[in-house]
C-alpha cells in the first residue's frame, strides 16, 4: 500500500475487518420480499438453496429487523446453524438452537428441557416486540437427517397451542439439500414436507453487470465514520478528488469475471468472492499500481487472488458482456 491513508484512518475500517459491512445486493432485496411474501401469507415455513460461498448464510443473518407483519410491527428472527457430528439425534436440534443463543443449558439436558427452553425464548422475544409471530432460520440444514426435522415440527406444535406461530426457514447448498429431500418423499414424511417444504426460492451472487455496478458504486458512496470520507476517497484520495470513481471499472471488471465465469462453469459471482476482488482492488491493488488506465491483467489478477477460480462448483455459465 501506498500510505495514502494514514493509520488513524484505518483504525477500524470495514474494509479491512472481516466481514465489516453488508452491502445491499439484488439478492439480499429479493430475499427479503420472498419472506416477506411467505410470512404475510401465512407459510409454516420453506427452503433456500444455491451454490456454496455466494452469501446466504450472510445475508441471512442481516435479516434482524428487516421483516415486518403487514401493520409494520418488526418479526422476530431467530437464526441457527447444523454442524454436522457423528451422531444425528433429536435432541441435538434444539441444543443446537439453545447453543446459538447464548442459552444456559447443562451437559445432561434432554431433548424435552433443551426445546422447552428455546420455546420459551422465543415466547419471550415474541412478547417484548409486541408479536405472535417469528422467523426461524435453520442455516447448513443439509446436514440433517429427515428425522431431525420432528424437532421442527414439534416446536411449531408447541407454540401453535399457544396461539403462537413461526415460520422455519432452511437454507442449505443447492446439491447437498437436493439428496436430502429426494430422501424425504413417500408417505413417512408427507407432514414434514407438507409444513416445511411447499415454498422454494433459490439465491445467488452476482448475476450481471448491473448488480456488479450497484455493489461498486456503495464503495464510491458509503462513508466511514459516519461523516469521513468514503470508502474509496479513505485509499485513493487523490483518485476521488479528481473525480474517479470504482463504479467506473465495473464493464471491464465484468468481462474479466464472465471470461474466467466460462471457462470455469460458474454461475453466478459469489459475495465472498466478489466482495475479496473489491476489497483488494480499494485497499491494495490500486493504491500501489495506479487508478489511471487499470489494465485487464490487474483486475483478472484482482478475480483470481480470491480462488473464486478454484471452487469446485459445477453449473451453467454466465453470458459475457461486452
Not at 151 to 179: P, S, Y
Request: aromatic share 10%.
Amino acid at each position: 500500500m501506498t500510505g495514502e491513508a494514514t493509520s488513524i484512518d484505518l483504525l477500524g475500517h470495514p474494509l479491512l475487518t472481516v466481514k465489516g459491512v453488508q452491502f445491499q445486493t439484488r439478492a439480499f432485496d429479493k430475499l427479503v420480499e420472498v419472506l416477506t411474501e411467505w410470512l404475510w401469507s401465512g407459510a409454516t415455513g420453506g427452503f433456500i438453496v444455491g451454490a456454496p460461498r455466494i452469501g446466504k448464510s450472510w445475508s441471512a443473518r442481516s435479516l434482524t429487523n428487516r421483516l415486518r407483519l403487514r401493520d409494520g410491527k418488526v418479526v422476530p428472527v431467530f437464526y441457527m446453524s447444523i454442524v454436522d457430528r457423528d451422531i444425528k439425534s433429536i435432541a441435538e436440534v434444539p441444543r443446537r438452537a439453545c447453543i446459538d443463543h447464548q442459552l444456559p443449558i447443562t451437559g445432561r439436558a434432554n431433548a424435552d428441557r433443551l426445546a422447552e427452553q428455546f420455546l420459551t425464548h422465543v415466547c419471550d422475544v415474541q412478547t417484548e416486540a409486541g408479536v405472535r409471530t417469528s422467523i426461524l432460520i435453520v442455516d447448513e440444514f443439509d446436514h440433517l437427517i429427515p428425522r431431525q426435522f420432528n424437532a421442527f415440527a414439534e416446536l411449531f406444535n408447541r407454540l401453535d397451542q399457544l396461539h403462537r406461530m413461526i415460520m422455519v426457514v432452511f437454507i442449505g447448498n443447492k446439491a447437498e439439500a437436493r439428496k436430502l429431500l429426494e430422501a424425504m418423499t413417500g408417505g413417512a414424511y408427507k407432514r414434514i414436507r407438507g409444513r416445511f417444504f411447499q415454498r422454494f426460492h433459490e439465491y445467488h451472487g452476482i448475476r450481471t453487470r448491473d448488480e456488479l455496478t450497484a455493489l461498486m458504486t456503495q464503495y464510491d458512496t458509503l462513508r466511514y465514520p459516519e461523516n469521513g470520507p468514503t470508502y474509496c476517497a479513505t485509499f485513493l484520495p487523490e483518485a476521488v478528488n479528481g473525480g474517479w470513481r470504482l463504479a467506473g471499472l465495473s464493464k471491464d471488471l465484468w468481462r474479466q469475471y464472465a471470461e474466467i465465469a466460462k471457462a470455469c462453469e460458474l454461475r453466478s459471482w459469489g459475495m465472498e468472492y466478489v466482495i475479496g476482488t473489491l476489497n483488494i482492488l480499494v485497499t491494495d491493488l490500486l493504491p500501489y499500481y495506479g487508478w489511471k488506465d487499470v489494465d485487464d491483467e490487474l483486475l483478472r489478477e484482482a478475480v483470481l487472488i480470491t480462488h473464486v477460480a478454484d471452487d469446485f462448483v459445477q453449473a451453467l455459465p454466465v453470458e459475457v458482456i461486452r
